[in-house]
């Protein structure tokens, strides 16, 4: 993702800015998402693995980033407290 965007990007209600998942974060996730036990904000089951995401720096919310694009809608994050096995804050 261009640099440039990602300094400017933030979470559209908190306005924490975002940065890329890790590697380990997005396999933690996708795991959970396979497993069935992940909601996005506004309570529909994510049911599609992500291929990339953007995650609050203060580790709160996954937004998904769609073909490059990210996808910043409010209802469309994806809480982190739900995700039993996310890695710790490096």
């Not at 640099?3 to 890329?20: A, E, F, H, N, Y």
């Not at 380990?24 to 036990?37: D, M, R």
């Not at 995401?53 to 739900?82: A, S």
Request: proline share 7%; net charge negative.
């Amino acid at each position: 993702m261009d640099k440039r965007l990602l300094d400017i990007l933030c979470c559209p209600v908190s306005k924490v800015p975002v940065r890329p998942l890790s590697r380990s974060e997005l396999e933690a996730l996708n795991a959970a998402i396979a497993a069935g036990g992940v909601q996005n904000v506004a309570g529909a089951a994510v049911q599609t693995a992500l291929s990339e995401g953007l995650i609050t720096t203060d580790r709160k919310v996954i937004y998904r980033v769609d073909d490059g694009i990210p996808v910043m809608l409010p209802e469309e994050g994806i809480g982190t407290l739900q995700l039993r096995d996310f890695p710790a804050a490096a």
